[in-house]
């Protein structure tokens, strides 16, 4: 039997426009009071939606949740203006540094200089407070050195689901991203 689901598809959009936040399909069936497999095809039908060429707006799963985000084409107009305003925008050497340790990870700091040729302290003080990055754990070895590692809100920052959304790099990049020996 076809269920008419434009009522609750418009609830599931409007729950996803007033949360600024990734939602998971559990998290907005609560909020929405609808059944986690009725809010699954709400949320196709919205994907669906998205898909007209007059629509300049997408559902995006960001960090395993969705979220209504502009239309990729659209943001280089859109960015300036509605760009992450708490992250601003990251030095050259703090996202060398970002991508060092996202493409790396877990890295130490002396791993880091390694790579880079000069120290990363101010640079990896700067990520933490803008909290891109984490302490992840400690290497096995002489002194046991701190680890670092991306956070869920590298991920947001960059509109990834997962670090395995990071563009692949290729071969003279991969080279650059090598422990100097």
Do not use: H
């Not at 601003?88 to 040729?117: D, F, H, N």
């Not at 302490?135 to 920052?157: H, I, M, S, W, Y």
């Amino acid at each position: 039997m076809e269920v008419n689901l434009e009522k609750e598809t418009g609830l599931v959009e409007a729950v996803l426009f007033l949360d600024s936040e990734p939602l998971n399909v559990d998290a907005i069936a609560r909020i929405s009071q609808l059944a986690p497999q009725v809010v699954e095809q709400c949320l196709e039908g919205l994907k669906e939606k998205y898909l007209q060429e007059n629509s300049g707006i997408e559902l995006s799963l960001i960090t395993g949740g969705w979220t209504l985000t502009p239309k990729k084409e659209y943001w280089d107009v859109l960015k300036e203006r509605y760009g992450n305003k708490n992250a601003g925008k990251l030095s050259r050497s703090a996202m060398e540094v970002l991508s060092i340790i996202a493409y790396k990870q877990p890295v130490t700091r002396a791993e880091i200089e390694a790579i880079r040729g000069v120290p990363p302290d101010n640079m990896i003080r700067l990520l933490q407070e803008r909290q891109l990055i984490k302490e992840v754990g400690r290497k096995d070895g002489p002194g046991r050195p701190v680890q670092f590692g991306t956070t869920k809100d590298f991920l947001k920052f960059f509109g990834l689901n997962s670090i395995a959304e990071l563009p692949q790099l290729d071969e003279k990049e991969s080279e650059r991203f090598e422990l100097a020996r």
